[in-house]
């Protein structure tokens, strides 16, 4: 039995503009107000969580930074899950090169981030990739922006300590998403989904992916697994 759903947000409950779809909004408050408990994931920061978590009308519990921050509820405290250091030190490294070949990186929220750097798609990611070849640090590319954080942290990992202090277990999640970065929480979910737009890796994993992209995927998704409660 399903109890939560733990949700992408860019690509997966927005449209390709990057703009909430309002049925998703529509459906996550269904199904929170019925007591399934709907858990926002992203790269994005812990700022932004914050507000959307209440926006949108979820229970709070929100993981960001791709797995390096978390929290339980509006009133937990947030939790740093990396050492965001050695990620400036890349950084300092990319910067470096990219300033001899007259590129200057155009960095994201970058003060506002207690866990990675995102800095924007206009340099190829498998250079990146290259260039911190041997460093302890993960590169994840989320089609909207490159992100750099200590190794072995990811939304999988992190989903799965979230679920624990929920008190649900991992198998009664719903997992969604579109993105290379969701993979690890796709299949650490019991039931794992992509929309029409996810990339072929994500697609390859998941148990299901929608007919139609972005968040009109999301909302057929819920209605498949969810229709005592998303009943037309």
């Known amino acids: 039995m399903l109890r939560g759903v733990i949700t992408d947000i860019d690509g997966t409950l927005t449209d390709e503009k990057r703009r909430l779809s309002t049925a998703a909004i529509e459906t996550i408050r269904k ?28 229970g ?35 910067e470096e090169y990219y300033a001899k070949k007259g590129i200057r990186l155009e960095l994201y929220s970058h003060q506002e981030r207690y866990s990675d750097i995102a800095f924007a798609r206009e340099v190829p990611v498998e250079e990146v990739r290259s ?30 300590i979230v679920a624990e202090q929920l008190g649900i277990k991992p198998d009664e999640f719903l997992g969604i998403g579109d993105s290379e970065n969701d993979i690890g929480m796709i299949k ?32 057929e998704i819920m209605r498949m697994y969810f229709p005592h409660i998303l009943a037309r």
């Open 60 to 94: 709070g519990t929100f993981i960001g930074e791709n797995g390096g921050v978390y929290r339980i509820g509006f009133q937990g405290s947030m939790q740093v899950m990396a050492n965001r250091d050695i990620a400036v030190k890349a950084l300092n490294l990319l």
């Open 188 to 219: 650490a979910a019991g039931t794992g989904c992509c929309v029409a737009n996810a990339q072929e890796d994500v697609r390859n994993i998941s148990d299901y992916c929608s007919s139609v992209p972005y968040g009109e995927g999301f909302v």
């Open 131 to 160: 260039l911190l070849s041997g460093w302890p640090v993960d590169i994840m590319d989320t089609n909207f922006a490159i992100h750099i954080h200590e190794a072995g942290i990811d939304k999988g990992r992190t989903f799965q």
């Open 31 to 58: 199904l929170q107000e019925s007591g399934i408990e709907v858990v926002l994931s992203s790269g994005n920061t812990s700022c932004l969580l914050k507000g959307l978590c209440k926006l949108i009308g979820t």
